[in-house]
């Protein structure tokens, strides 16, 4: 059995350093080159890249051939934890157990420092040694998308907008599609382009994708009740005091957990359509419910 | 003669257009939308686009051709002038006589605005039907370049460390290379780009586009002393009131214009080197070194 723990376990290392490696040879003023590095070397899960890789390891394909696309969409999501942590957004102080950009080098130098990891992101595809045309163009395509208006951004105003009114559970989902996953289901679809998986494969997975996000946001809101702050880095009930709302605020905790084992069963149903091998991308899906931080 | 100005009026309207028609049918929360449109719909000299256009045309070559790439450098533009207002950054409450982004919309839309009009040029490019996949990758590199951390935001990065302390003429136009100059120099290499030139035209370009870079920013410079607030949309002697070092106030006035002209005689110089029919592109530098706004 492929475990999705020792799959990161293999692969993160040279994922970790290869994007570090990728940012500190771009010439650009210290401070700027700090601060960047500062949020990519403060960790995380990688769960984008490494669903890319996931993706590759399915079709047999030789997982770092997700690389580029990996440290793209890992600059995007990184950028968009520094612009949500800022004063007029969140205003947080800590992420990850470590003081929040901005804290550390200041308001404009933070904006600056997610400005500068979007173009990274296009840059680092359309560098790519071992794409296609075909596939960096597709690829730049989704990553526009799914990070842009019509996604990540727009999940986040309408996050925004959402604070401090009642929603309903569909609208909850429809805003969480968009800020989280989106960013999610292109990874799906990256691995996809790149193992030139067919049509139907890509419907499919793209349906996994989709499950896959909404129960990654439903654990997420769950461990902000119940989790642990050591292990999260970040204080606990933050989306109480923020009176958001969240599938347990709306559901109750009983009710979510009903909600995370349903897109738990409708994921694992999409991957049994996909012609792969799909004992990792289910490891993944584990991974996702269980985990704890 | 091709004049700059009939130039910009025979294709300004079209490119406005569709540059809003583009964003319009983006699907987005209304918000989101109002807050990009209202600073696309602001106004400005649109020299980045029409700059691409006005090199297709040097190539006797369709000048609408160079839309797409256009309206990509433009909302890069757009973006970095939202961000450059902020309260964190310069704090302006105007921007061509319009009250900023933050003012109308608040901090967190303007910031998101901007995140998302990042994305939308970078896909912008890879949705064009008509250029080939070539040209796409080769646009989008040399946007992430120049519009990144080894461009525009590197530029801008430098630009605030410089204020309050004396730098010297050398480091200045560094300054502005950066932040000002890369992104002319892209619209001229996306022109040579979408029109084929050959390699060695490709550099007398690009060094025709430095040149006009560092005159662009002189004339603001002169401008932001000499200029009649009306014309400019914004106060005068703002640069003097935030302490920065301009042309002006390193050579004084009578030498920061002897240094424009310089650079125009080097433009000109560059572009005689160029196989291609170049009396528009000089029109665009006379526009450039006597513009009043």
Same mark, same amino acid.
């Given at each position: 059995m492929l475990d999705f723990k020792a799959f990161l376990q293999k692969y993160g290392p040279s994922f970790e350093q290869e994007m570090l490696a990728y940012i500190s040879q771009i010439e650009m003023p210290a401070h700027l080159k700090d601060a960047m590095l500062y949020s990519l070397e403060a960790g995380g899960k990688r769960i984008r890249p490494m669903l890319i890789l996931a993706v590759l390891? #399915?079709?047999?394909?030789?997982?770092?051939? @997700?690389?580029? &696309?990996? *440290?793209?969409? %890992?600059? !995007?999501?990184t950028y968009s934890l520094i612009h949500d942590d800022l004063p007029c957004m969140d205003n947080d102080d800590l992420r990850r157990g470590k003081p929040t950009n901005h804290r550390v080098f200041g308001e404009s130098m933070a904006v600056l420092a997610g400005d500068a990891l979007q173009p990274a992101a296009f840059g680092k595809i359309t560098d790519s040694e071992i794409y296609s045309a075909e596939q960096k163009i597709a690829?730049?395509?989704?990553?526009?998308?799914? #990070?842009?208006?019509?996604?990540?951004?727009? @999940?986040?105003? &309408?996050? *925004?907008?959402? %604070?401090? !009114?009642?929603?309903?559970?569909?609208?909850?989902k429809q805003i969480h599609a968009l800020k989280t996953g989106k960013l999610l289901e292109f990874s799906i679809q990256a691995g996809a382009i790149l193992a030139n998986a067919s049509t139907s494969d890509q419907q499919h997975l793209s349906e996994?994708?989709?499950?896959?996000?909404?129960?990654?946001?439903?654990?997420?809101?769950?461990?902000?009740?119940?989790?642990?702050?050591?292990?999260?880095?970040?204080?606990?009930?933050?989306?109480?005091n923020n009176q958001k709302s969240t599938y347990p605020s709306?559901?109750?905790?009983?009710?979510?957990?009903?909600?995370?084992?349903?897109?738990?069963?409708?994921a694992n149903s999409a991957l049994k359509k996909v012609n792969c091998n799909v004992t990792i991308l289910e490891s993944v899906m584990n991974m996702v419910v269980n985990r704890n931080n």
């Open positions: 390891k #399915a079709y047999r394909l030789e997982p770092m051939l @997700g690389l580029d &696309a990996g *440290i793209a969409v %890992e600059l !995007i999501h690829l730049i395509s989704a990553l526009a998308r799914a #990070a842009g208006a019509s996604g990540m951004v727009g @999940g986040q105003v &309408a996050d *925004i907008e959402a %604070e401090n !009114i009642q929603v309903n559970i569909e609208q909850l996994f994708a989709r499950h896959l996000g909404i129960a990654f946001q439903i654990q997420d809101d769950i461990l902000d009740i119940v989790g642990n702050e050591a292990e999260l880095g970040k204080p606990i009930g933050s989306d109480l709306l559901l109750t905790i009983e009710g979510a957990l009903a909600q995370l084992n349903e897109h738990h069963q409708k």
